[in-house]
């Protein structure tokens, strides 16, 4: 019996461990502004030169948050990479920004064919989420339309991406 309950204690702290890592919150009431407020970022891509975010202005940008550690957002890239590929030439851009190291994000992002930009934010201080994956979703007037916190369904995002090209 006190084996059951330790087992049941062990699981319970696992799943509550996953919960909070996984699932991203925003840390406060002032979301849309902060995530607005990446539109005016800086950061380097994965060679270390600075990229302004706004060079992807009148676009429709997705900016996805992600570290190549994190399991729901290996998952979810491949169906970034496809509506990259069906969409870019209508005006759809995506960029990733890693919360990881430069080194770790370009491995990660080489190995599975990543057709999009990807930034780096090593230190999470950009937007400064509680977990990770975090997509959120601009027009091209650089308005933010959608945020999804957790890994993002492909079919769910291209239901939102198709109507604003």
Known sequence: MMKTLGNLFVIAAIVLLLV???????????????????????????EGHAQAISQWQGKVLVVNFWASWCPPCR???????????????????????????PDKAGEFSHKIGVNYPILVDQGSSLLNLSGLPYTAVFDRKGELVASHAGAWPESELDDIVSKLL
Not at 25 to 45: F, M, N, Q, W
Request: glycine share 10%; hydrophobic share 40%.
């Open 20 to 46: 909070f890592v996984y699932y991203p919150k925003p840390r406060d009431a002032g979301e849309k502004s902060r995530v607005e407020a990446v539109l005016k970022a800086s950061l380097p891509d994965l």
């Open 75 to 101: 998952m979810e890239m491949p169906g970034f990479i496809d509506l990259q590929e069906r969409y870019g030439k209508s005006g759809l851009v995506f960029v990733g920004i890693a919360v990881d190291s």
